[in-house]
Structures are given as C-alpha cells and as structure tokens.
C-alpha cells in the first residue's frame, strides 16, 4: 500500500549518520567539551538563501541569527561548533542574549533550525547540543524525525514568556490543525521544486498561497507589520539610543506595546481541535513522543467511539510484521489512512480485533487475581478474628460436624 512506503527524504537518513559521527567525534574528545555543534544543511556556495531573506514569518532579528548562526558554520568547517549566545548577540549587535534565544526558539517553531540530539559525556554530564541549519524550512516528516521533541516543543512554546514566540507556535500549530481537519496529509511527500516555487510565490504575489508550514489564513494573521519592525527596532538597543527629553513618551509608548504582547492570547488554546488526551487510550508502545502527539491531532477528526479501535488496527498492523507481513515504515501516514476510512464510513477492524481480544482476556485474568486475591484476605481476617484458645483442629471438627476433643488435664 501507499502509506507504506517511506516518505522521509534519503537525505534526512544521510543525516542521522552525520549526526552520530559528530556524536562520536564529540565522545571522543574531537570537540570542545560542553559545546554545541552545527551541521549546515545548504549550498555552501549560496551567500544566503533567498526564502530566507525574503521569509515573511521571520522578524529581521530572526534572519540575521540565522545568518550568524550560518557564517559560524562556515568559518569553522566540518567540525563546526554552535555559537554561545553571547557571541550570536555581539555578532548581531542586539540587545542580549534573551533576544538571541528568542529568535532561535522562533527559527527552531518554524523548522528552519532543528535541534537533532544532546550528548552526553561518559560520566552522565550533559555534553552539548547537536543542532542542524536548513537553506529552507523542513517539511513536518524530516523535523519529526531529525527533531524528537519538536511537537513537544511546540507544545510549551504556547507558554512562553515572549509573545512573538507564542504567536509563531500557535500558528504552525493552527495550520497543523485546519490541514488535519480538512483531511490533508500533512505527512505525505511533496515536490521539493513545487514546494519551493509555492514558497516564493507566496513572498512575492502574497493572496491565497501556503508557505511553506503555513496555510494562507494563518499566514496573512502573522505576517510582519510595521507594529513589528518597530518592536524589532526596539530589540536592538546598539541601533537605538533613547531620547532623554523624550523619555516619558517612550514609556508611555513602550508601556502600550507591552500590554499589548504579553496579553495575546494563546491561539493553540482556542484553537477548534478538540483535545485528545491520550491517557484514556491504549496507544501502541512503537510510537514514539512526536509520533504520539500528532496522533492526538489526527484521532480528534474522529468520533470517540473509533478512537480505540482504530489504535487497536494500528497495534495490530504493527503485530503483523512479526509474522511475515510489510513492514509499516511510516506509521503516522497509515493512522491517517484508517482516519480517513473511518469519515468516509468504510472503517472495518480486521487486525485489531485479536488486540482487543488479548486485551479483554488480560482484564478478566486481572479481574480473577483480584477475586483470588479479595478471597484469601477475607479468610485471614476471618481466621485473625477465631476466638481465643480455638484450634485450627478444632475448628476442622466444628466444620464436620464433630464433637470437640476433651481437654487433656496436665499431669
């Protein structure tokens, strides 16, 4: 079948063997310990990708982070070590280094920056991060699986303490949502040039076009406006001194702005998916965190009633391959594929009715331990509240129907 098939790109696999040589090269001393490590996904020919330049999403303080980022990578070569955030500050002249973390959380939100491992040194101690730097922004299926926490990150950013970076993660998380809703594959390949090309056109005609993680809706509520420039402007406190005799306006002024971000509501809270949680569920242990929080998403496009079964057809697809059957290589996409069978009506459990059968033969053996279990504690509490000086024999012959034994009188 279709949704078979692997949809990872064949260089997101080259990666991870990237990744695990810098991982190595990291253990064996080949770097500065407690140091983070680049990989530059990108022609390194190009000065800098035009999408990037042109990004309608990115503040220019998220651009020139992501060009620091990318000249470091470039003056340090193939064992390239991530910049402190102090030095990405001092490089782009901003303000501090929460203005560099910020624009790092927003590049990380929007996939041009994945956060692929954390090493650790022989002894436990944290060793570093091993991040990787994209020419254009990752479609979901490479950030799943070269970003294992990217949807939880997602997740807490909807709490973060900077507006911008909540706005940012509560729109790629709406147009994960609507692209669900509407019954999109949001996994399934696309073509790189037709991507890119949509991309572009999006920047330079705007109206109903999709960039990139970002439907058209979503992306006309975020794009830039001179709102932001000037927030912008106001992050980069090398570029602008304030005027003493205009202090009192700027206050005023700044004070507007802040009541103005840090009570934007959170859009992924009011966002028209229902939430589903997955603790009420049995969700095959194959699936791991990502994999598990976008499987929420896809069950909330179905009733309640097939959520469980439709898990128990995946348990038992994934039962299957012990016995000889294809291996499903992208799981998500085939749970999407038993989704859309379920709103089209035509949803019939076939693998998973042996999953729910051994479920249900598990429940009832606990349901007769736990009857054993009540029977053996009911007897003790009987025999600890037996009379005192009454034998178990004589309890036995109380039983049968027997005459007590006299008492032997002692000697």
Known sequence: MAQDDSEIRPETYALDALIRETLSRKHRGGSAANSDALLFLGNWHHAFPVVVVQDPILE??????????????????????????????????????????????????????SLCARSREADGRFGGNV??????????ADALHLDPGYMAFLEDAANHHHARVRRVAAAVSKSLDEDIESGKDVLAPVNPME???????????????????FNADVLESLANSGANVRSNQDQNSKAVKPDPQKSKSVRRSSS??????????????DSARETVSLE??????????????????????????HRQPVLDELAGRFLAEQHGAKPVYD???????????????????????????ERDRRRREAERMREEAAERERERKERAARPPGE?????????????????????
């Not at 890119?196 to 705007?206: D, F, M, N, S, V």
């Not at 507007?256 to 809270?269: A, E, Q, V, W």
């Open 195 to 213: 991507r890119r090309l949509e991309a572009i056109h999006a920047i330079q005609r705007g109206g109903n076009r999709r960039y990139f993680s």
């Open 391 to 411: 034998s178990p024999l004589a309890e036995i012959r109380k039983l049968l129907g027997m005459p007590n034994m006299p008492e032997r009188k002692p000697r």
């Open 331 to 357: 799981e998500l996409r085939y749970l999407h594929h038993l989704c859309v069978q379920v709103n089209r009506g035509g949803f019939v459990p076939n693998l998973g009715l042996k999953i729910q059968a």
């Open 256 to 269: 507007r702005y802040i009541n103005t971000t840090t009570t934007t509501p959170t859009d992924s809270k």
């Open 60 to 113: 220019p303080v998220d651009k020139l982070v992501w060009m620091v980022i990318c000249q470091s990578g470039r003056g340090s070569g193939a064992k390239a070590v991530f910049p402190s955030y102090a030095d990405i500050a001092r490089l782009a002249n901003v303000s501090s280094t929460s203005t560099v973390s910020r624009a790092i959380a927003i590049l990380r939100a929007t996939r041009w920056l």
């Open 131 to 140: 991040y990787a730097l994209h020419d254009e922004p990752l479609p979901l």
């Open 280 to 305: 009420s569920l049995i969700v095959p242990p194959r699936l791991k965190d990502n994999q598990r929080a976008l499987t929420a998403r896809y069950l909330g496009t179905i009733p309640v009633e």
